[in-house]
């Protein structure tokens, strides 16, 4: 009885995790077993405390800017401006080998910085681009992964829903981690292209380029009209929400409404904005809003139960005596949040494990702000890895016949060690993410 009590925190956080991998829903399970280890470990006294955590969360201004991010992204799904972006880079980079592959990678990119939603970026593009390029005779793994990587990069390239809940619980301003984050989304991006255009060269069957005869009858004038139609309105949001961020001029949260009042003006340009169209945005931001916050409320009650039952003192005895000093509790930290990854989604890591894990780094002088930014790019990788990667699960629900999950799997794994490099170069190069807030920001 006496080890049961003197480990009470660990077998809580054991508990949430064994059913979690059972499948029980997320927010339940882990509020559920908060109360029950709380109750074990306080008495009734505990539930006294817990309205006015929950309270002191849920009136936080800064967690505002989820549903209204949520809401912009989800709105310019419906405008149909990924449709565009993707015919148009798939017309610009036709000529070259891997062309239309590069050409995902980019409308990734500015899909991640316009929207931030994975499964909407992912189905898009998986509808889209994947049986372009399947019938173009590209591989079907380089296809698959290349669709799969790409839709991941609104993880990690501003403005994200990941990095405002990693603000909120690591004590971080949301536009500091938002400048920060930008050279490495780019670094992703870059590598990316480096290794498709890699394999396309090394492999030419690969990736062939589409024949120039197919592309004649598309003039020059033709094709600056496409680009300038595409690419204005998804900069122009880009710019209204970032550039006033990174100006100074707007919170976070302001941008994110500006952003949410953009896409709606998009949508409208675009002759896409109808009562139907309205409540189909309202409704899913209200469902995706709701289970953000559930869990919230969930792993704020775990939290305040870890803590109270002196988990945090435990976990900081346990981590502070391993070898290597602070470079060799980081990889355990980076080992245990990307081993998550296999099973768990970035919501849960986040508001599980992190707010654990990362005081003991920042106790030891660690720079927040670069340690948030890792985070997030680690987090990144859980969309990818099998076998409960949400890419690989949105891209498999859309691919063409002939198109077996083991491709798909096959497919994403180059683009994990690329994830795994990206990360190793922001350890060695913390000035990747720091430099950039130092000089807009003057932090």
């Known amino acids: 009885m006496e080890f049961f009590h003197n480990n009470l925190p660990m077998i809580m956080f054991a508990t949430v995790f064994f059913l979690l991998l059972l499948g029980y829903p997320v927010a339940f399970t882990i509020g559920g077993t908060a109360l029950f280890f709380g109750l074990i470990g306080f008495g009734p006294g505990f539930f006294g405390l817990l309205p006015l955590r929950i309270w002191g969360t849920m009136s936080n201004f800064v967690l505002l800017a989820v ?118 989304g780019m670094l992703l991006v870059v590598l990316y292209i480096i290794y498709i255009a890699i394999m396309a060269n090394l492999k030419p069957e690969w990736a062939p380029p589409i024949p120039a005869a197919e592309l004649a009858g598309i003039s020059k004038a033709q094709m600056r009209k496409k680009i300038m139609t595409s690419l204005i309105p998804p900069l122009f949001l880009i710019c209204s929400v970032l550039g006033t961020i990174f100006a100074g001029i707007a919170s976070p949260t302001e941008a994110a409404a500006l952003g949410a009042v953009g896409a709606t003006f998009l949508t409208l340009v675009k002759g896409k904005l109808t009562m139907e169209t309205v409540m189909e945005v309202m409704t899913s931001t209200t469902k995706l809003t709701c289970m953000v916050f559930i869990i919230l409320v969930g792993a704020t009650t775990l939290g305040l ?51 654990v894990l990362t005081p003991i780094m ?69 000035e990747s993410v720091t430099w950039l807030p130092h000089i807009l920001l003057g932090d």
């Open 67 to 184: 549903p209204l991010f949520i809401y912009m992204g989800v709105m310019l799904e419906r405008s149909g401006l990924a449709e565009e972006l993707l015919d148009t880079m798939g017309l610009v980079f036709a000529r070259i080998k891997g062309g239309l592959a590069i050409s995902v990678v980019i409308v990734g990119a500015l899909l991640g910085a316009s929207t931030g939603i994975v499964g909407a970026t992912v189905v898009t593009m998986g509808l889209l681009s994947l049986p372009t390029m399947l019938k173009r005779n590209y591989s079907k793994t380089l296809a698959t992964g290349t669709v799969a990587a790409a839709g991941t990069l609104g993880q990690i390239i501003p403005p994200s829903i990941v990095l405002v809940l990693l603000g909120d619980i690591m004590n971080v301003p949301i536009g500091d981690l938002f400048v920060g984050a930008v050279v490495p």
């Open 305 to 355: 139960v870890f803590r109270g039952l002196g988990g945090d003192a435990q976990v900081r005895e346990l981590i502070g005596g391993l070898p290597f000093g602070k470079w060799g509790i980081l990889s355990v930290i980076m080992g245990i949040i990307f081993v998550a990854g296999f099973f768990l989604d970035f919501i849960e890591i986040t508001f599980i494990f992190v707010p």
């Open 362 to 430: 920042v106790d030891m002088g660690v720079d927040p702000l670069w340690l948030a930014v890792l985070i997030a790019v680690n987090l990144q990788t859980s969309f990818l890895t099998p076998p409960f990667g949400f890419s690989l699960f949105y891209l498999k629900g859309v691919a063409p016949a002939g198109v077996e999950t083991i491709d798909i799997y096959k497919g994403i794994v180059p683009f994990v060690i690329i994830q795994i490099v990206a990360m190793a170069i922001l350890c060695f190069v913390p």
